[in-house]
C-alpha cells in the first residue's frame, strides 16, 4: 500500500487555478522532488499535503487515513518552509527540542534526540548557538534536525537548499541523500533545480503551470520526455521534425536527406528529440555546418547549422582535434538515443 496517496487533488485562489488534477501515490522509503518552474503550483501542493492548505478539489490520504479533515499538528510530519525561519531568540539545541517539547516527549529523551539530530546534520558542538551567529549553511542543517528529530512519517522541503552557493549547496545535497537513505525517511522535495531532483530522487513529478507533466525516475524523464516542455526543462535538447514514410512494408523516420528505421507504430509527422552529449561527427549522417565551438573545460560546446535546423553537440574534451568553427559536419548517433513523439498538429 502506499504511504501517502493524492487523488485528483486541485486548488484554486478565486478565479486562478493554481493546482490540477494532481495524483501522486508515494512509498514508503521513497525519495520524491516536485519539479517545476516558478508559479507552477509546487509550494501550494506540499502547503496541502502540510496541511496549510485546503484542497479544493480531491482527496489526500496518509497511510490510508483522509489527511483533509486532520489538523496540520496531527499529521506527523516534518516540514522544511522554502524561508527556513528558526527562532532567533532559541539556541540551536531549543529549535530542535522545539516540536518534542509540544509532544510532551520527556525531558532525557529530548535531550539525547537533540544531540543526535544535531549530530546527524554535521552540528555537533553547535548545540548552544544562536541563528544569527551561523552561517546560512549551518541555520539551514538546524531546520533539518528539526524537522527529522521528530521522527516524521513524510519529510516535506520546501526548496530547502536555496539559499546557499553551489558549492556548499552540493555537499549538503550529498548530505542530504546519505540522511534520507540511513533513516529510510519519506520525503518530497520542492525543487526548481533539474540538477539537484536528478541527484536526490527516486522519482520526479515535472510539472507545469499546475499540472503534472511527467512522473518518472530521473533517467526516465531525462531519457524519455513526455513532452518538449519536459524535455526542454530537464537539459539541452535538440528537436527534429521528421516523417514516417512507408516503403516496401519498411517504415522509415525522414527528414530532407536524413533517414532512420522508424519504431514499431510511429506514423505521420513525429517529432525526434536527440540530447546534446548523445550525438557525434561522423562520415554520413544529418549533414551540417558547426557555426560556433566553444571550449568548456571537460567538454566541447558545437553550435550547427543543419538540415533540419539548428543543433548543438557536446563531446567530451579526450585530448582529440575537433572541428572547427565553418567545417562541414554530419551528426550521428544511435536509434537507441532518440526519443520520438507524435507532433502535436499546429
Ligand atoms: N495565497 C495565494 N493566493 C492567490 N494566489 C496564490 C496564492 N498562493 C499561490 N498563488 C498562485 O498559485 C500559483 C502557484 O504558486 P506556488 O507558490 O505553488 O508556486 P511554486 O511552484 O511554489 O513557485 P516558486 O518556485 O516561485 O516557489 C502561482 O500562480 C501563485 O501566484
Ligand atoms: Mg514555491
Not at 519539479?35 to 496541511?51: E, F
Not at 558542538?125 to 549553511?137: A, C, D, L
Not at 548543438?312 to 572541428?323: A, E, K, L, M
Request: overall charge neutral; charged content about 20%.
Amino acid at each position: 500500500m502506499s504511504l501517502l496517496e493524492l487523488d485528483r487533488v486541485g486548488k484554486s485562489f478565486g478565479p486562478n487555478t493554481a493546482v490540477e488534477e494532481f495524483s501522486l501515490a508515494v512509498t514508503k522509503g521513497e525519495f520524491i522532488s516536485f519539479l517545476g518552474p516558478s508559479g507552477c503550483g509546487k509550494t501550494t501542493t506540499l502547503q496541502m499535503i502540510a496541511g496549510f492548505l485546503d484542497p479544493s478539489h480531491g482527496t489526500i490520504r496518509l497511510e490510508g487515513k483522509d489527511l483533509v479533515a486532520m489538523p496540520p499538528a496531527k499529521r506527523g510530519l516534518g516540514i522544511v518552509f522554502q524561508s527556513y525561519a528558526l527562532f532567533p531568540h532559541m539556541t540551536a539545541a531549543e529549535n530542535v527540542a522545539f516540536g518534542l517539547e509540544m509532544r510532551k516527549v520527556p525531558r532525557d529523551e529530548r535531550d539525547e534526540r537533540v544531540r543526535k539530530a544535531l549530530a546527524l546534520v554535521g552540528l555537533a558542538g553547535y548545540e548552544g548557538r544562536h541563528p544569527r551567529r551561523m552561517s546560512g549553511g549551518q541555520q539551514q542543517r538546524v531546520a533539518l534536525a528539526r524537522a527529522l528529530v521528530i521522527r516524521p512519517s513524510v519529510l516535506l522541503l520546501d526548496e530547502p537548499l536555496s539559499n546557499l552557493d553551489a558549492r556548499l549547496r552540493e555537499d549538503m545535497q550529498i548530505e542530504l541523500r546519505q540522511i534520507q537513505r540511513n533513516l529510510g525517511t519519506t520525503t518530497i522535495l520542492v525543487t526548481h533545480d533539474q540538477i539537484e531532483a536528478m541527484s536526490l530522487s527516486d522519482r520526479i513529478v515535472v510539472m507545469s503551470k499546475g499540472k503534472i507533466e511527467q512522473i518518472g525516475t530521473p533517467q526516465q524523464v531525462y531519457e524519455q520526455p513526455a513532452s518538449a516542455f519536459v524535455a526542454q526543462f530537464l537539459g539541452k535538447t535538440n528537436e527534429f521534425a521528421a516523417e514516417v514514410e512507408r516503403t516496401a512494408g519498411l517504415a522509415r523516420l525522414v527528414a530532407g536527406s536524413w533517414s532512420a528505421p522508424a519504431p514499431a507504430g510511429a506514423t505521420g509527422t513525429v517529432t525526434i528529440s536527440v540530447r546534446p552529449e548523445r550525438i557525434s561527427f561522423g562520415s554520413s549522417g544529418l549533414a551540417g555546418r558547426i557555426t560556433s565551438r566553444i571550449f568548456q573545460g571537460n567538454h566541447w560546446l558545437f553550435q550547427c547549422d543543419t538540415e533540419c535546423g539548428p543543433a548543438i553537440v557536446i563531446r567530451q574534451n579526450d585530448g582529440q582535434p575537433q572541428p572547427d568553427q565553418g567545417e562541414t559536419v554530419h551528426l550521428i548517433w544511435q536509434d537507441s538515443d532518440m526519443s520520438l513523439r507524435a507532433s502535436v498538429a499546429a
